[in-house]
C-alpha cells in the first residue's frame, strides 16, 4: 500500500460527515507504519475502543469506513475473520458495524463484518504477527492470492456500506 497523509485519510471516509471526519483520532505514527507490508490501514480509536477505521486503496480511490465495535457477550470462544480467515480465540475477533453512507445511514441502516478486534489483517497474512496456535490454516495459496482475497472481502464489504 502507498504511504497515507492525514488529509487523505480525512477525505476519504464515505459513511461519516466532515465534521465527524475532522474529529476523528488519526494515528501519530503514519511515518512509521510498514506500508509496504499493509493491504489497507486499520486502527482503533485510542480515546474511544469501540470505534475502528479502515482505509483503503480500492479502484485507485482512497476510500475509508468507520467502524463501532460491538460489545461481547458470552463466553470466549474461537472466531474467524471474514477478510483475512485468521482464527482468533477470545476476543481476538470482533463483529464490527459500519453506518451505511447517505441517506440510508441517516435513517440508522448500518451493516457488520467479523474482523481482527486489531485490525492488522495484513500482518497475519504475512507472518509478521502470530495469532497463536492454530491462529492461521495451512493453504496452497500464495501471497498474492490470499491479498486479493482479503482486498476482495474488504471491497464486498465497502461496497455494502456505500449501496
Not at 481476538?92 to 448500518?110: D, E, I
Amino acid at each position: 500500500m502507498k504511504p497515507l497523509t492525514e488529509h487523505d485519510i480525512r477525505a476519504s471516509f464515505v459513511n461519516s460527515t466532515k465534521g465527524e471526519a475532522k474529529r476523528m483520532h488519526v494515528p501519530r505514527d503514519l511515518a512509521d507504519r510498514p506500508w509496504e507490508d499493509l493491504d489497507f490501514l486499520g486502527w482503533r480509536d485510542p480515546a474511544a475502543p469501540d470505534r475502528s477505521y479502515v482505509v483503503a486503496v480500492l479502484d485507485d480511490q482512497v476510500t475509508g469506513v468507520a467502524l463501532r465495535r460491538a460489545t461481547q457477550s458470552g463466553l470466549p470462544r474461537k472466531s474467524m475473520c471474514s477478510w483475512c480467515l485468521t482464527t482468533h480465540s477470545g476476543d481476538g475477533v470482533s463483529l464490527m458495524t459500519a453506518r451505511k453512507a447517505g441517506k440510508a445511514g441517516q435513517l440508522g441502516n448500518s451493516v457488520g463484518v467479523y474482523l481482527c478486534a486489531d485490525l492488522e489483517c495484513s500482518l497475519y497474512l504475512r507472518g509478521r504477527k502470530d495469532a497463536g496456535f492454530g491462529g492461521r490454516m495451512h493453504e496452497t495459496l500464495s501471497l498474492e492470492e490470499k491479498v486479493e482475497r482479503v482486498l476482495g472481502n474488504m471491497a464486498a464489504f465497502f461496497a455494502r456500506v456505500s449501496s
